[in-house]
Every structure is written in C-alpha cells, then in structure tokens.
C-alpha cells in the first residue's frame, strides 16, 4: 500500500492510502528564516540541505522518526484539510487508524479500498511525533472573563507542555472544545492540569473554573471524564489552575487503556547514509552505506536531471542523503527489489561470503522491511546490497560461473545476459582478462530487471584484439545462482 512520503504538496490521492501530514503542503519548521535554518541543532550540512528543499526532506526524517515510534503518526480519514481541522475524522474508527510510515504497511485496509486520505499533524523538529486529543472544557464562575484555556496532561509515559484550548472572551456554562497535538505519548493518563491565564487584572476577584473536562485520545477513542472544581483569582494572579484526577485520583474505567504497539526496531540507511556502526536490529548498508551510485556526476548532469531541474538542484546539495526516500519509494512496490545480504563488512559482501541468502531467507531493504522476522536476542545485524544509480533502484544479486573452453589463451571480456518468464537483462561483466580454456571464472551481477524464472542464459565473448588465427572460443559449462531463493541454473554447453 503506497503512502505519501515523498509527495508532501500533493493534491491527488495516488494509492490506497495516501497520508497529508500538515496538511500536504506547508511543513511546520520550513518557514524559518535563512541564518536559524542553515545554523540548526542538527548542523551547518543539515541545515543547508532543509534550506534548499525543506519540506522535501521532512520525508526521510519522518520516516526516521517512526520507526521507533510505531504510533506516533496516526492518520484519520478525511476528504480534505478543512475537514481534518474541524475535527470530522475524529477518533478513529473501531478498527483503528493507519500509522504514516515505517509501520503503515500492518494495517489493513478493505477489500476494494482506494484512494484514502489520511491527514495528521507534525512538529516543527525532532521529535516529530504527535499524539491528537480532542479536548472539552465547561467552564463556571459568576462573570465574563477575558483570558486564554490551556491543558497540560500527565500520565504514565511523561507529560506535556500546556496547550491552549480557547483565547477568547469566556462565559460561565459555556463549552470550549480543541484539538491538540501533545508532543509526548503521555501513556495513561493520570492527571490533566487546567490553567486559565487572565489576560486583564480583575480587582472584583472573580470565581472562575471548570466545571467539566473531558479529554479524548483519537488514536484508541478512550474517554476520560474529569470533575467539578472552580478557583478564585485575586488581583495580583495572573494565571491559576485546576489538577483533574481521573474518578477523583482513582483508576477510571476508560482511562487505563494505553495499547502500544510492539516496537519492531528496524533502522536502515533513512537517517545514517555513511554510518558505520550498528544502531539496530537490522542496519542496512545500501553500495557499502557511504557514496551511492550516481551521486558522483558532474554538477551540470545533476541538476538538469531527468527527473527535472528543481529534483536535480536537491539532489546536487545532498544526493546521497535524498537516496533514502527514492529507495523507500522504489521499495513499496517492488518488495522483492532490494534484498539485504547478512554480511559483517562491504568486503565481505564484495567478495560473496555473504551469498545466498539462508534457508530462512533474507530481509528487505525498506517498506517491507518489517515482514522480516529476526531471531529473538539478535541484534546489530547488518544487511548489504547494491542499488543502480537511477530509477529504478532494485537489483535483483546472481552469482555466475562460466568454464570456457578453446584451443588457445586469449585476452578479452566475458559477459552474460538473462532471459526469464517476467523480462531480460542488459549484458553484465563477468571477466576482463587473459582468458585460458579450462579456467574457470566467476562474477557478481546485479540485474535491473527481475527476470522471474531463467529460460536462457546468453554468453558472449567480446574479443579484445583481432586474432589472424581465428581462435576457437566458447564456455563449456555455465552455472547461474539467484542470491535470493538460492535457485540455481546450470548450462553445458
């Protein structure tokens, strides 16, 4: 299932669910002035690159953010912002909210669904996750009063900073309601503080209070229902407040449910490009996890890509770094594509110590990285594979060996092209060299093309230098391995 993490600003739902965080458009932290933009708490180079293309690049930090956080990114249904705002796909239904992100792939939409839009809030910086809450407020006291509502919550988990829930003109019997996104997974929720900051010095004293607060988790729809208090505000007060304890400080049916999801720790290449330690369960060390394919030509070629020009100048700035998201989005509907290879180095994947994958299989780079079922206790385990250097990035990884035959040692280059049920592949390198008839040579290849079951294999031999002789020259016996499924593919020629 498609999500919109590299569409930020897109208008048209593309897949079965597509996600508008802030609303599609406009990412909260991208309107910052130049000089706190470049010189951020990330660094000067992060900075640059959220100058540049900001809002692009809230993609892959999103996406970071999630992974250890599978229900920070609730989605809720909606047609459009507007209705998200006014609160029409609050709570989520019975059977849950999708999450956006690394987890979104375990919810299950029904059959025949498309095109779902999800809309969700985010911070303006690390951490971006967000927990909604639809807040109600009845007030009482014996005036008007002019002044701001504002909640913090408690709970098992942390606890919030306040938010406002009205700046207004408040009138005793009234109800305020709001939406807030709490910056913090409060977990149960133990205690909701109330506070009324009083915009004007009121010398009569007014009584002034909540009557009712009720607060709503729009992730699991549980309720919890706070009672009566009121507070006096003397004159030299500028702001008082009321601590609501669920059922008078007591458990309140309702308000001890707090599911979290089970934490799947997967951290790949999404936020540590060129990282060299192990931060996870499974670390993925996409072209040995430092410069990626493509990334290396000259600058006019970058910028007017294919892709287009506004999509060349970002990947000018920081390509290896923009690599994630295109990866993320090549992998969700190619799950087979970008298959990880358990390896303790780039050597030793180089070199094949790693391939093929075990009988239990391998994991995959990407949105479907979650399907992998690592063995309990096991941690700090790394992946590598190779990408191409444009879209598409999957590469399906072969191991071929080719015994030649001849009547004389020749100098030239050996290749290889597959011919399957689902496609055929370009001609791939198997050995550049002096070749001797009865030697045997080996390569690993990287097909762009997922060729299904091989049907043929296509050997040639590019000679290197005329040869007045007319040197007889061939392969006696080729074998082919998917690194994948282990198959294997034997010609005697």
């Known amino acids: 299932m498609p999500y919109c993490i590299i569409g930020f600003g897109m208008s048209q739902a593309v897949g079965h669910l597509d996600f508008y965080p802030n609303g599609g458009e406009q990412m909260p932290g991208c ?69 956006m992100g690394h987890h979104s792939i375990t919810f299950k939409a029904r059959a025949g669904t498309k095109n779902m839009k999800f809309y969700l809030n985010t911070g303006d910086a690390r951490p971006f996750m967000r927990w909604r809450y639809k807040v109600t407020v009845t007030i009482t006291g014996d005036r008007d009063v002019s002044g701001t509502l504002k909640v913090s919550l408690y709970g098992t988990k942390g606890n919030t900073r306040q938010h406002v829930i009205a700046k207004t003109k408040l009138k005793p019997g009234s109800t305020y309601s709001a939406f807030i996104d709490t910056e913090v997974d409060v977990g149960e929720v133990q205690k909701v503080k109330f506070l009324w900051d009083n915009s004007q010095i009121n010398p009569l004293l007014p009584k002034f209070g909540a009557q009712l607060l009720v607060l709503q988790s729009g992730k699991d729809r549980q309720i919890c229902n706070m009672s009566y208090c009121i507070v006096g505000l003397g004159m030299s007060q500028a702001v008082g407040h009321l601590d609501f304890y669920p059922n008078g400080g007591e458990q309140m049916p309702g308000c001890n449910k707090n599911i979290i999801s089970q934490i799947v720790d997967l951290d790949g290449i999404w936020e540590g490009l060129g990282m060299s330690q192990a931060v996870g369960h499974l670390d993925f060390y996409p072209n040995g996890g430092e410069q990626m394919p493509g990334c290396e030509k000259n600058i006019v070629s970058q910028i007017v890509d294919l892709d287009g020009i506004w999509e060349g100048t970002r990947d000018f700035v920081a390509c290896n770094h923009l690599r994630s998201y295109k990866y993320y989005a090549d992998s969700i509907l190619n799950p087979g594509g970008f298959v990880g290879y358990k390896c303790n180095s780039t050597e030793d994947f180089v070199v094949g110590r790693c391939f093929p994958c075990p009988t239990e299989g391998c994991p995959v780079m990407g949105h479907h990285s979650i399907a992998f079922k690592a063995l309990a206790g096991t941690e700090n385990m790394k992946f590598y594979l190779n990408t191409g250097d444009a879209r598409p990035f999957m590469r399906w990884h072969y191991k071929v060996t080719v015994t030649i035959t001849g009547d004389r040692d020749v100098s030239g280059t050996l290749k290889v092209s597959l011919y399957g049920t689902k496609g055929n592949t370009r001609q791939h390198e198997i050995a550049k060299t002096k070749l001797k008839p009865g030697s045997t040579y080996s390569a690993f290849i990287d097909t762009e093309v997922d060729v299904g079951e091989v049907q043929k294999v296509k050997f040639l031999w590019d000679n290197s230098q005329i040869n007045p002789l007319l040197p007889k020259f061939g392969a006696q016996l080729l074998v082919l391995q998917s690194g994948k499924d282990r198959q294997m593919y034997v010609d005697q020629l």
């Open 31 to 99: 309107n910052k002035n130049v000089i706190s933009k470049i010189i951020g708490l990330d660094g000067i180079w992060e900075g640059t690159r959220d100058f540049v293309a900001c809002n692009h690049m809230r993609a892959y930090k999103y996406y970071a953010d999630s992974i250890l956080n599978p229900g920070g990114f609730v989605g809720y249904k909606c047609n459009s912002t507007e209705d998200f705002v006014a609160g029409k796909g609050f709570p989520c239904p019975t059977e849950g909210c999708p999450v």
